[in-house]
């Protein structure tokens, strides 16, 4: 049988989020991002393509590291201005039923406390569909507006994450008990006290002695999604993650990550395909091969050269503006996004990039690949590329908004539902239940699960379940 395909939407509360400069298209709403109804028309559009969920990046600091100056991000609108995405939720939740709804945070720039609330009263309001990308953040712009005099190094901020996910998992798992809300109306009592535990945490980074404010929500933990992919980083995915979310710029770059990934997995002891791995992918498509391939040449007109090289900057930390365009990429080790040079240089050595091809590649759908061509033909390399790469799903970056996510519900959804290979209606319960057919709190053998009920340490982190 062939393997099923799953899609997200990959938006961020800006204007132009992977495709610098397509904001200048006629056609073009991303302008809009600062209106409500451009975040339901698009739920609305996602949910009748059964997508899976939105996922929503975010990012706390300008791009600042090309020509060492905002000057550029601030001239072609390179993600800033930039709104907060959690408050998007609750509008796309009023007008969906079951979409799912992948928020990005950064452990490095919100306590751990007053974020386990506001996680809390999203999966309450909407009714468990609720993700949460754990990023620890790339630009050393954010980290200064926090009073911080650089960012903190690459592989301590995921120590700091794995104590940040250590008190989330006691608020959320650990404080309340399954029990502990009566809500008696003919007794006067709502809580039983002795079933909300104070959590007691005292560790390096963070102190928090208190119960979690919150009584538990559908899901107690949001799905735990990752997108860091350097050695450390799917070290920390495969101790957490239940999805998994990455960007390779070709089908040999894909299929090393997800490989690795896959590899990780079984190390710490969990079945490799217990975490979904979604890429990155933008699809252009129309009636024939030919229509799509002119939309995407006029998409192509309007890319940006310089908002590519910002974002390409900014990803990797490395001032990509001191080189001459013809310039080949070499892998630079710095603290920001490790996997980003990685994909383009170690991942498939053969393939030598120079800073122009990838400017001009990302310049339309960021780091992803984007598939051109017909229903048809579309649909059959996106089946190649399960087959080849062991992905489970891609996240699909717009080109125009709302334009290209129509284009993929209109021509791609009907298709790959006619190959048996998508989904034709979402199944009942949380996000949790949706994507993995289980119960809508954490699996037992998951690391967040040894928190339960008053235990404070995980005595046995994964159990094997292959
Ligand atoms: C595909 C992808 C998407 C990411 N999206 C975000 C994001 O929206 N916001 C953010 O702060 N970091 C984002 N990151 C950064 C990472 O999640 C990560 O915490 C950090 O930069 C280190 O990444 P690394 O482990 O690949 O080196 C993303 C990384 C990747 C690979």
Redesign the pocket.
Known sequence: MSKQIRFNAFE?NCIAHQSPGLWCHPQDRSREYKDLEYWTDLAKILEQGVFDGIFL????GIYDVYQQSAKQALTGAVQVPVNDPLQLIPAMAAVTKHLGFGV?T?ISFEHPYPFARRISTLDHLTKGRVGW???????AS?SKNLGLSNQVS?DE??DI?DEYLEVLYKLWEGSWENDAVLADKKTGVFADFKKVHPIQHKGKYFEVPGIHICEPSPQRTPVLY?????G???T?ASQNAECI???APSKIATQSVVKSIRQKLIENGRDPYSAKIYA?LSIVTDDTDEKARAKFKEYQSFASYDGALTLLSG?SGVDFSQYQSKDKVEYIQTD?????L?SYVNADPARIWTIEEIANWIGVGG?GPVLVGSAQTVADELQQWVEDTDVDGF?LAYILAHQTFQDVVDFIVPELQKRGVYPHQYSEGTLREKLFNSEAHLPNWHRGATYRTGQTAPTSAFKKVI
């Open positions: 961020m990046a975010d990012v706390l990005t950064s990308n754990i990023v620890t953040s790339y630009l954010g690459h901020r995921y994450a990752q997108a860091g992919a350097s450390r980083g799917q920390f979310f990455i960007a990155l990803w920001a996004i490790q996997s980003l990685d780091n996240n």
